[in-house]
């Protein structure tokens, strides 16, 4: 069963240091987003991309943020600097029909960041 | 998206029981809905969904029924087994975003 990765799996940092992660979706998705989880709360969308392009970006904050899908296949979410507030599980999902939302995200096993 | 911090509503069953899971949406305009299981360290995982021409979806031990008329979604779970104890998301559609409610964990007793 064809599933999204995302590397690593956690990752421990120092505030005011640059970290990124890694995210492959289910091969043909068209559709792919990055999310926020913190501790005992749902996924909150950070980030929307249609194949290269940023569908939505507006609850990335910009100033310390920044995500790519370059060649429309994976993608890479950067935090520099990180923060402690910034300590939470990164999730990425990916869907296949191009109206986004509409069509299952499957997500993947997420990246647990904490910052100290 | 809602948010109740690291207090989230507790269902306990019994191993064999059915379990029924409560979510209260938001946006009347909402046509898509689903269910999602989440297990510690892991992503959420599709469970079902339901479009809301609809006001039933079965699938193998889960059924999902929305009620529009007081936005109201439920997940019923047949002979809960210890491997369902997890927590358990209910999404919905505003405009192209897909909006998560809070979460309930589900504690199966053998």
């Known amino acids: 069963e064809a599933e999204v990765a995302q590397s690593p799996r956690y990752k421990i940092t120092e505030k005011s240091q640059a970290v990124a992660f890694w995210c492959d979706p289910i091969?043909?998705?068209?559709?792919l987003y990055w999310y926020r989880q913190i501790l005992g709360q749902g996924p909150e969308l950070l980030v929307q991309f249609q194949d290269e392009s940023v569908v939505d970006d507006s609850q990335l904050p910009k100033d310390r943020f920044s995500a790519e899908r370059l060649k429309g296949v994976d993608s890479t979410l950067k935090i520099q600097p990180a923060e402690l507030g910034d300590s939470a599980m990164y999730l990425c999902a990916s869907s296949s029909r191009i109206s986004g939302a509409t069509d299952t995200q499957y997500f993947g096993p997420g990246t647990r960041l904490t910052v100290l | 998206g809602e948010s109740v911090g690291l207090h989230l509503p507790t269902l306990s069953v019994q191993e064999g029981d059915n379990s029924i899971i409560n979510c209260a949406y938001s946006n009347s305009a909402s046509d898509y809905f689903i269910w999602y299981k989440q297990e510690s360290g892991k992503g959420p995982q599709f469970i079902i969904d339901i479009r809301s021409n609809m006001d039933k979806r079965q699938g193998q031990r889960v059924t999902v029924l929305l009620n529009k008329t007081v936005k109201h979604l439920s997940l019923q779970i047949a002979a809960t087994q210890p491997g369902d104890s997890a927590v358990y998301f209910c999404a919905e559609t505003w405009g192209n975003k897909l909006v998560f409610g809070a979460g309930t964990i589900l504690r199966v007793k053998s």
């Open positions: 091969s043909g998705h068209a559709t």
